[in-house]
């Protein structure tokens, strides 16, 4: 079973409009965490955003927030006024409990249109 | 100021060639991972290393092999490549996230730029 679905394979937005890539997770454990990643056309893979799981608030980090709803398990990025550099891979990932490895979801592809 | 180098960005080899992927990262980390990206697919974890000498084995470690002799060093090793091992390979380390379960943002991976490699 898929434990990170991102269901939006590609994504189109205007500049300086808000977006938002969905994530939704499987898991079974109470601690975990969520983390997205960004990733241009040069390949190299950039940190965004984390969230525990118990993290009582949502995580932002400048234009980028995370909407965090535990009981629909889903954990989408939310880029705010979007700009031409935003276009690139957005990759969801976790890691449950104490295991080591980080589990990635399929990525969704964004373009932003001037 | 690159802390994860992989060595070759682009490599072309043939049906049932040695293959070699190093990986160095600068950071003193514990923990590295290989991983294979496909489109569709996502981030595949092949193997990874929790220390020295260390291995364990991903979701998709068929047809795939890792040295880790020094710590800085995390190497993937395709015994005999087949085309559908033509993908996109990405390194990335850790510093180990010990005995309990700590989540931080500071216990991020840190990935290295990629190695295409092309099997004919």
């Known amino acids: 079973a898929q434990k990170i679905t991102q269901t939006q394979p590609g994504m189109f937005v205007q500049e300086k409009e808000a977006v938002t890539l969905d994530c939704t997770y499987d898991t079974s454990d109470q601690s975990y965490g969520l983390f997205w990643y960004k990733q241009p056309s040069s390949g190299e893979m950039i940190f965004l955003i984390y969230q525990g799981s118990y993290d009582e608030q949502n995580a932002t980090e400048g234009r980028y927030s995370l909407n965090f709803q535990k009981a629909r398990k889903s954990a989408n990025l939310v880029i705010s006024a979007s700009q031409l550099g935003d276009s690139a891979m957005y990759f969801c990932?976790?890691?449950?409990?104490?295991?080591?490895?980080?589990?990635f979801g399929q990525g969704t592809e964004l373009s932003v249109k001037p | 100021d690159v802390k994860v180098t992989q060595s070759s960005r682009y490599l072309v080899k043939r049906t049932g060639e040695k293959v070699f992927l190093e990986c160095v990262q600068d950071m003193d980390h514990e923990n590295m991972f290989w991983y294979r990206q496909d489109p569709g697919l996502g981030l595949r974890l092949i193997y990874f290393s929790y220390d020295v000498k260390m291995k364990e084995k991903g979701d998709i470690p068929e047809g795939y092999s890792v040295s880790r002799e020094k710590k800085e060093r995390f190497s993937l090793i395709l015994e005999s490549a087949s085309t559908n091992q033509t993908s996109m390979y990405l390194c990335a380390s850790r510093v180990s996230l010990g005995g309990t379960v700590t989540f931080s943002g500071a216990n991020v991976l840190t990935f290295g730029a990629g190695s295409r490699l092309t099997v004919l």
């Open positions: 990932a976790m890691r449950e409990g104490q295991r080591r490895k980080l589990i």
